[in-house]
Nanobody
Framework: QVQLAESGGGLVQTGDSLTLSCAVS????????MGWFRQAPGKELEFVAA????????YYADSVKGRFTISRDNAKNTVYLQMNNLKPEDTAVYYC?????????????????WGQGTQVTVSS
């Protein structure tokens, strides 16, 4: 059983920065890819970023490219999402997810295990 726990969310102002963390525990096998998704009220789940086990491959949604950075520290079993120049449109519950299968994907169905989410609110 793989468990994920997000932390670091909060209330910030437009233009501020925030870093989210995702701690992974349990049996994960030899490697796993990770992703971040978000969901705003009344909106569908949206892909944000993904990263391969080695960190050599990353994907970003166009809406966050250049502002957000995904990274990981495998020794600490932790994945990060650094968010810069935050906008009100970034307000959402942010979820981290693990892909224990083969290949790095960007669809929700590509990921096997999900955290409970952390709220990020960006005021105008």
């Amino acid at each position: 059983q793989v468990q994920l726990a997000e932390s670091g969310g909060g209330l910030v102002q437009t233009g501020d920065s925030l870093t989210l963390s995702c701690a992974v525990s349990g049996h994960t096998g030899s490697s796993y890819d990770m992703g971040w998704f978000r969901q705003a009220p009344g909106k569908e789940l949206e892909f944000v970023a993904a990263i391969s086990w080695s960190g050599s491959t990353t994907y970003y949604a166009d809406s966050v490219k250049g502002r957000f950075t995904i990274s990981r520290d495998n020794a600490k079993n932790t994945v990060y999402l650094q968010m810069n120049n935050l906008k009100p449109e970034d307000t959402a519950v942010y979820y981290c997810a693990a892909n224990l299968g083969y290949g790095l994907g960007v669809r929700p169905q590509d990921f096997d295990s999900w955290g409970q989410g952390t709220q990020v609110t960006v005021s105008s």
